[in-house]
């Protein structure tokens, strides 16, 4: 990706993007941050985590919210 491709999806996820007070907690995952990941998408009511961590990703799903590579939403979704 070049440097402007990377300022474009900075910008992008910025003027999507939202800021989650988180309100409950999960411990699904034995890594912290991974939960806290989880529980910003379920009180965000977010549709999807995208992410490249491979404990997430065994998930494939949780709450509703399903759990996908950034390979996978770009092929869906189409790029930024």
């Not at 009180?43 to 759990?67: C, P, Q």
């Not at 590579?69 to 092929?75: A, E, H, Q, R």
Request: charged share 25%; with cysteine.
């Amino acid at each position: 990706m070049s440097e402007g491709e990377a300022e474009r999806a900075v910008t992008g996820i910025q003027e999507l993007g939202e800021i989650v007070q988180t309100h409950s907690q999960v411990t699904v995952c034995k890594d912290q941050r991974d939960n806290q990941v989880i529980e910003c998408a379920i009180n965000g009511e977010a549709e999807y985590i995208v992410s490249g961590d491979i404990h997430l990703l065994e998930l494939k799903t949780f709450r509703g919210v399903k759990i996908i590579t950034v390979s996978d939403f770009l092929n869906k979704y189409g790029q930024i």
